[in-house]
């Protein structure tokens, strides 16, 4: 089985401070894939990245950036100077593989970021 | 468009009524999956379609959850005897492959309203 957990419901800041989003997961599969979707107020589920269970690089996307660790089995996702257009609810997601048996999209319950001019 | 669309956006239903939710794929997409959203629950996995395999009913909460899925494009998801606690967002979603692997394309979701 598998899980993702994000502790953090609700985070609210001032625009232009960083923020980090956690997501903490478990697995038994060796091979994973990881992602960060964004759900906008009243909007579709947009994907912002993936990552497999082998490349631990963090990636950085403009004001985003993403640190994955497999020690501590966390793929966190930093906000650089937020802004008010990333108030969104963000879902970290976990998927195996079909030989793992855990294939299907786990997605976590999602932190709501609320950036306040 | 050439996103994934879902309808009805809006349904509101009486207590034991059936209500069909549709949803339209990205075309060429062979996986397609339905998930739940509840507040404050997260994304809730019912169903998932791959091509012309059997699909992968694991997560369907109870015998009144159906889902079909006609000529590898369109899926209707039924819910027969709707309850209470059946009131939530149906989000669909696409994918070129398998799924696992690359994004998920959402649609923006039916939201049930079971009175």
């Known amino acids: 089985a598998q899980k993702v957990t994000q502790a953090q419901t609700e985070i609210s800041v001032v625009e232009k401070e960083d923020v980090t989003l956690d997501c903490v997961y478990e697995?038994?599969?060796?091979?994973?894939?990881l992602f960060w979707y964004k759900q906008p107020p009243s909007g579709e589920l947009v994907f912002l990245i993936r990552?497999?269970?082998?490349?631990?690089q963090n990636e950085i996307s403009g004001r985003y950036s993403w640190n994955f660790q497999k020690s501590t089995s966390s793929f966190n996702f930093t906000i650089t100077a937020s802004q008010v257009v990333d108030s969104a609810v963000y879902f970290c997601?976990?998927?195996?593989?079909?030989?793992?048996?855990?294939?299907?999209?786990?997605f976590g319950r999602g932190t709501s970021l609320i950036v306040h001019p | 468009g050439a996103g994934v669309s879902q309808s009805p956006s809006n349904k509101v239903t009486e207590k034991g009524k059936d209500v069909e939710l549709r949803c339209d794929p990205i075309?060429?997409?062979?996986?397609l999956y339905w998930y739940r959203q509840s507040l404050g629950q997260g994304l809730e996995f019912l169903i998932y379609?791959?091509?012309?395999?059997?699909?992968?009913k694991s997560g369907l909460p109870s015998d009144r959850f159906s889902a079909e899925r006609t000529g590898g494009s369109v899926s209707t998801l039924t819910i027969q005897r709707t309850q209470q606690e059946d009131s939530a967002v149906y989000l669909c979603?696409?994918?070129?492959?398998?799924?696992?692997?690359?994004?998920?394309?959402f649609g923006e979701g039916s939201r049930l309203t079971v009175l």
């Open positions: 075309s060429g997409h062979t996986a």
């Open positions: 990552r497999n269970s082998f490349d631990e």
């Open positions: 979603a696409s994918s070129e492959t398998s799924g696992y692997t690359g994004e998920l394309f």
């Open positions: 379609f791959q091509g012309n395999s059997a699909p992968d």
């Open positions: 997601a976990l998927s195996g593989t079909p030989s793992g048996g855990s294939y299907i999209p786990t």
């Open positions: 697995t038994r599969d060796t091979t994973y894939y």
